[in-house]
């Protein structure tokens, strides 16, 4: 839109217009992101060396006094032993594996925009009349 003003002299002063590019940024929304744990399952197979006691009886010959003497074997003491063995026990815990770190990085590039600008400019058309 023209700004026409009359001045004095007959001179009149007309305001011509452009237009300007300014160019900005605007935050919006890119994505969500969700982060979760989950506890994945293996089966693990390993081996483990057990120990048991086991009874030996060891027949040891007779003393050849005693057998001489024919004397009847008399009857000891009854002897008690306890036999052990080993047991695998399983057991599992929970220790720290591995530590993951999750954070937003901000990469900065630039872009290259472009549009059409409009202007004003004068245009002047005289029809000349006699000088005076």
Do not use: C, F, N, W
């Not at 004095?8 to 452009?18: I, K, M, N, P, T």
């Not at 009857?75 to 008690?80: A, D, I, S, T, W």
Request: charged share 35%; glycine share 4%; net charge negative.
């Amino acid at each position: 839109m023209e700004d026409i003003r009359p001045t004095s002299d007959d001179a009149v002063d007309v305001v011509l217009s452009e237009e300007r590019l300014v160019a900005g940024t605007q935050v919006v929304e890119r994505a969500r992101v969700r982060v979760s744990k989950r506890v994945v399952v293996e089966e693990r197979t390993v081996t483990v060396q057990v120990r048991r006691e086991e009874l030996v009886v060891e027949e040891v010959p007779s003393a050849p006094d005693a057998v001489a003497a024919g004397r009847p074997a008399t009857p000891g003491p009854v002897l008690e032993l306890v036999l052990a063995e080993e047991e695998v026990e399983v057991v599992t815990r929970v220790v720290p594996r591995e530590r993951v770190r999750v954070y937003v990085d901000t990469v900065e590039s630039a872009q290259t925009v472009s549009t059409t600008l409009a202007h004003e400019e004068v245009d002047l058309d005289a029809e000349r009349g006699p000088r005076r």
